[in-house]
């Protein structure tokens, strides 16, 4: 009886040797300096920001590169699986509008790539004929302790305050007879497969992360698992050492929670004498809370949630550039050199990352926003906000679809100019700050005024009179005046500031009075750009109704 014996045992299907799948999925044909990405999440939960940042980079660096950006579904736990989580993946990559090269889309039987599968539960045999291999060297070996026995071992090495983990003395089977693992495995035993680690924990070897810069790293001596008993895939670890290798990634970017793993997966590489892809952690995302500085939380912060931006209404592209800012220190200068360049086109840099975090913050992201909006086209921000509310308020977007022209009229005051107005910080802000054009709002809007009804109705009275819908906006003002000192009220603030009793008021309150009555508020955007969309029969009905009262 020998190891390969053994193996045969294990794996009696696996047929194919790890020389078969490298033929199978052979060097990309890439320019030199293409870098071949991926996003490999797994579907435990739904992609939040600390997720996105590397998404982001990792396209950025693809596409810069004329290379391969490749999402890869690494689901080999499904007890921990979520229901939805991939296609929540594939929502936000088409909201912000990021293509991946490869990918595989199970519910939609759709799959584009040279090196799929892409999805890990579909992969076992790869990765069986992997660990058989292993098993063949040596490398491996079946590891016959229960979960209770594991757990024990745990407690007693907290007790005794020592590295928690299946290594030396504590990695029981490592040197089983392989005659005697293959009578337990006959019988019927449980096993697991574990790596038979050559590292030594007191050893150091040298690595070289993009992002953090050169550091020195304990080898790693655990025997992790790297198959499980329940299903015969392989642990994540392993997983994505022959995913990372077959496909021929060359830049893994991930979070810096991965960080410490990295051991594990530099002895991984070397186990097989595979080259390592380059490795560029991400830094924590922080935020200010209160005085202090904190990791953004899933849990206290809502803005952590991907789901957060879209339910605001944030322009896409100012989520992306929000992120890009706190990726790259020099991203802001960059943009402000190339105003209109798209952000895939910036030379990202990992040693410009903060390794000590990125602080993101909501009030910077509010000002690109805003900024992002005041540069639209009434036509873009009129999309943006119909898309919108399509998702999230249907009766909004219901006037939106009867009123597409009027409220682009809406969308366009004061836009068209050297600096547009930066009024609207997110689409969900649009109807707070345009309700009032629509009738089908304003009819039950409060109408209040600050100076007494009574002159309230002589003003509009008059205005009525003096008001035609086709005036010009200096025929309007110049009969405003005329209006004013018609009624005793001063045209020249001036004046009115020196002798206030004179005057039964300003013009500043004549044209809030016109304004209060046709918008109920006292501040809006310029009153006559207003006039002219609300049109003669709206002006004339929304003046009545207070002149009836
Ligand atoms: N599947 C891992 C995760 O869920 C990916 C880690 C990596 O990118 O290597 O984050």
Same mark, same amino acid.
């Given at each position: 009886?020998?190891?390969?014996?053994?193996?045969?045992?294990?794996?009696?299907?696996?047929?194919?040797?790890?020389?078969?799948?490298?033929?199978?999925?052979?060097?990309?044909?890439?320019?030199?300096?293409?870098?071949?990405?991926?996003?490999?999440?797994?579907?435990?939960?739904?992609?939040?920001?600390?997720?996105?940042?590397?998404?982001?980079?990792?396209?950025?660096?693809?596409?810069?590169?004329?290379?391969?950006?490749?999402?890869?579904?690494?689901?080999?736990?499904?007890?921990?699986?979520?229901?939805?989580?991939?296609?929540?993946?594939?929502?936000?990559?088409?909201?912000?509008?990021?293509?991946?090269?490869?990918?595989?889309?199970?519910?939609?039987?759709?799959?584009?790539?040279?090196?799929?599968?892409?999805?890990?539960?579909?992969?076992?045999?790869?990765?069986?004929?992997?660990?058989?291999?292993?098993?063949?060297?040596?490398?491996?070996?079946?590891?016959?302790?229960?979960?209770?026995?594991?757990?024990?071992?745990?407690?007693?090495?907290?007790?005794?305050?020592?590295?928690?983990?299946?290594?030396?003395?504590?990695?029981?089977?490592?040197?089983?007879?392989?005659?005697?693992?293959?009578?337990?495995?006959?019988?019927?035993?449980?096993?697991?497969?574990?790596?038979?680690?050559?590292?030594?924990?007191?050893?150091?070897?040298?690595?070289?992360?993009?992002?953090?810069?050169?550091?020195?790293?304990?080898?790693?001596? !655990?025997?992790?698992?790297?198959?499980?008993?329940?299903?015969?895939?392989?642990?994540?670890?392993?997983?994505?050492?022959?995913?990372?290798?077959?496909?021929?990634?060359?830049?893994?970017?991930?979070?810096?929670?991965?960080?410490?793993?990295?051991?594990?997966?530099?002895?991984?590489?070397?186990?097989?004498?595979?080259?390592?892809?380059?490795?560029?952690?991400?830094?924590?995302?922080?935020?200010?809370?209160?005085?202090?500085?904190?990791?953004?939380?899933?849990?206290?912060?809502?803005?952590?949630?991907?789901?957060?931006?879209?339910?605001?209404?944030?322009?896409?592209?100012?989520?992306?550039?929000?992120?890009?800012?706190?990726?790259?220190?020099?991203?802001?200068?960059?943009?402000?050199?190339?105003?209109?360049?798209?952000?895939?086109?910036?030379?990202?840099?990992?040693?410009?990352?903060?390794?000590?975090?990125?602080?993101?913050?909501?009030?910077?992201?509010?000002?690109?926003?805003?900024?992002?909006?005041?540069?639209?086209?009434?036509?873009?921000?009129?999309?943006?906000?119909?898309?919108?509310?399509?998702?999230?308020?249907?009766?909004?977007?219901? !006037?939106?679809?009867?009123?597409?022209?009027?409220?682009?009229?809406?969308?366009?005051?004061?836009?068209?100019?050297?600096?547009?107005?930066?009024?609207?910080?997110?689409?969900?802000?649009?109807?707070?700050?345009?309700?009032?054009?629509?009738?089908?709002?304003?009819?039950?809007?409060?109408?209040?005024?600050?100076?007494?009804?009574?002159?309230?109705?002589?003003?509009?009275?008059?205005?009525?009179?003096?008001?035609?819908?086709?005036?010009?906006?200096?025929?309007?003002?110049?009969?405003?005046?005329?209006?004013?000192?018609?009624?005793?009220?001063?045209?020249?603030?001036?004046?009115?500031?020196?002798?206030?009793?004179?005057?039964?008021?300003?013009?500043?309150?004549?044209?809030?009075?016109?304004?209060?009555?046709?918008?109920?508020?006292?501040?809006?955007?310029? !009153?006559?750009?207003?006039?002219?969309?609300?049109?003669?029969?709206?002006? !004339?009905?929304?003046?009545?109704?207070?002149?009836?009262?």
């Amino acid at each position: 009886m020998n190891r390969e014996d053994l193996a045969n045992l294990i794996f009696p299907t696996i047929t194919k040797t790890i020389a078969d799948y490298e033929k199978m999925y052979p060097e990309r044909n890439l320019e030199n300096e293409a870098k071949v990405t991926r996003f490999a999440p797994s579907p435990t939960g739904f992609m939040h920001i600390g997720h996105f940042m590397p998404t982001l980079i990792n396209y950025v660096l693809a596409k810069q590169s004329n290379g391969i950006f490749y999402l890869r579904n690494e689901d080999t736990d499904s007890s921990r699986e979520v229901d939805g989580a991939v296609s929540y993946i594939r929502h936000v990559f088409s909201h912000y509008h990021i293509k991946p090269d490869e990918y595989e889309y199970k519910d939609l039987n759709e799959t584009k790539g040279l090196y799929a599968p892409y999805i890990q539960s579909e992969r076992k045999e790869i990765y069986q004929t992997f660990i058989k291999y292993l098993i063949q060297e040596g490398k491996a070996y079946p590891c016959f302790l229960t979960p209770e026995e594991i757990d024990s071992i745990r407690e007693g090495q907290a007790k005794d305050k020592r590295r928690i983990g299946i290594y030396g003395r504590y990695a029981k089977y490592r040197d089983l007879p392989v005659e005697e693992a293959m009578k337990r495995i006959k019988k019927g035993e449980v096993y697991t497969i574990r790596l038979k680690s050559s590292g030594d924990f007191n050893r150091k070897f040298k690595f070289n992360d993009l992002a953090f810069g050169e550091m020195e790293l304990p080898e790693n001596d !655990l025997d992790i698992p790297i198959m499980k008993s329940k299903d015969g895939l392989p642990t994540y670890h392993f997983a994505h050492l022959v995913d990372d290798h077959l496909m021929h990634t060359t830049h893994v970017v991930r979070g810096q929670e991965w960080l410490s793993s990295v051991p594990i997966h530099y002895e991984l590489f070397k186990t097989f004498g595979f080259k390592m892809p380059k490795y560029i952690h991400i830094p924590l995302i922080l935020k200010k809370d209160g005085e202090s500085i904190r990791k953004i939380s899933k849990r206290l912060d809502p803005e952590a949630k991907m789901s957060y931006y879209e339910e605001k209404g944030y322009p896409y592209l100012a989520v992306i550039e929000a992120v890009m800012t706190i990726a790259n220190s020099n991203y802001e200068a960059w943009r402000e050199g190339h105003p209109t360049e798209p952000y895939t086109n910036f030379p990202f840099s990992p040693k410009k990352m903060s390794a000590s975090g990125a602080l993101f913050d909501l009030d910077k992201l509010d000002n690109i926003s805003k900024n992002i909006i005041s540069r639209m086209t009434k036509e873009e921000v009129y999309e943006g906000v119909l898309n919108w509310s399509k998702e999230y308020d249907i009766e909004f977007y219901n !006037l939106l679809i009867k009123y597409k022209d009027y409220s682009m009229l809406i969308y366009n005051i004061e836009r068209e100019q050297k600096k547009p107005r930066k009024d609207y910080t997110y689409y969900s802000e649009i109807k707070e700050k345009t309700w009032y054009m629509y009738d089908e709002y304003f009819k039950d809007a409060t109408i209040t005024f600050a100076s007494p009804i009574q002159q309230v109705k002589t003003i509009l009275e008059e205005y009525k009179t003096i008001y035609q819908e086709e005036d010009l906006q200096e025929q309007w003002f110049t009969k405003i005046k005329e209006l004013c000192t018609k009624l005793n009220y001063a045209t020249d603030m001036k004046a009115y500031k020196e002798n206030p009793e004179k005057y039964l008021g300003s013009i500043v309150d004549v044209t809030n009075i016109i304004r209060v009555a046709l918008t109920s508020l006292t501040t809006t955007p310029d !009153l006559y750009s207003i006039m002219k969309i609300l049109g003669k029969e709206k002006v !004339l009905a929304r003046i009545e109704k207070i002149l009836v009262k």
